[in-house]
């Protein structure tokens, strides 16, 4: 585990958050500063720094990402609507924790192309 690492530490239960799903593998929170209605993050409990990390022994993990966000859009009521997942990796697209974390963002229209 990365021993500074922000999500490391909500995995390890040494910062708060708020809980939306956890399995063995994969936790999932409330983004602390939400950029729509539904905000969440799902992390894997190991770190990996970056989507670049992802490799044939592990990129099973990735799709346990997207399989506990499709779970919680579910629940959140947004499956019918649509929502959006996003991956973040470095600085072109502004990743700022250093913990593979996929957002899911919902409850409101989002354009395309991204800003
Ligand atoms: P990134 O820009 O790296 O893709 O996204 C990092 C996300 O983590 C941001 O949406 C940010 O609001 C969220 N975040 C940063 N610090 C914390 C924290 O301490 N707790 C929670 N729940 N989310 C955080
Ligand atoms: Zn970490």
Request: glycine share 10%; charged share 25%.
């Given at each position: 585990?990365?021993?500074?690492?922000?999500?490391?530490?909500?995995?390890?239960?040494?910062?708060?958050?708020?809980?939306?799903?956890?399995?063995?593998?994969v936790?999932?929170?409330?983004?602390?500063?939400?950029?729509?209605?539904?905000?969440?993050?799902f992390?894997?409990?190991?770190?990996?720094?970056?989507?670049?990390?992802?490799?044939?022994?592990?990129?099973?993990l990735a799709g346990e990402l997207v399989r506990a966000s499709v779970e919680?859009?579910?629940?959140?009521?947004?499956?019918?609507?649509?929502?959006?997942v996003?991956i973040?990796?470095?600085?072109?697209?502004?990743?700022?924790?250093?913990?593979?974390?996929l957002?899911l963002?919902?409850?409101?229209?989002?354009?395309?192309?991204?800003?």
């Open positions: 585990m990365g021993k500074d690492c922000l999500f490391c530490k909500i995995v390890n239960r040494e910062i708060p958050a708020e809980i939306v799903y956890e399995d063995e593998k936790l999932g929170f409330e983004d602390i500063n939400p950029q729509a209605p539904v905000h969440c993050v992390v894997p409990k190991e770190h990996i720094a970056t989507l670049n990390g992802i490799n044939t022994e592990n990129s099973a919680v859009a579910e629940k959140k009521g947004l499956s019918e609507r649509g929502y959006r996003t973040n990796c470095n600085s072109d697209a502004g990743q700022e924790v250093f913990h593979i974390h957002h963002l919902g409850g409101r229209k989002f354009n395309w192309p991204p800003g």
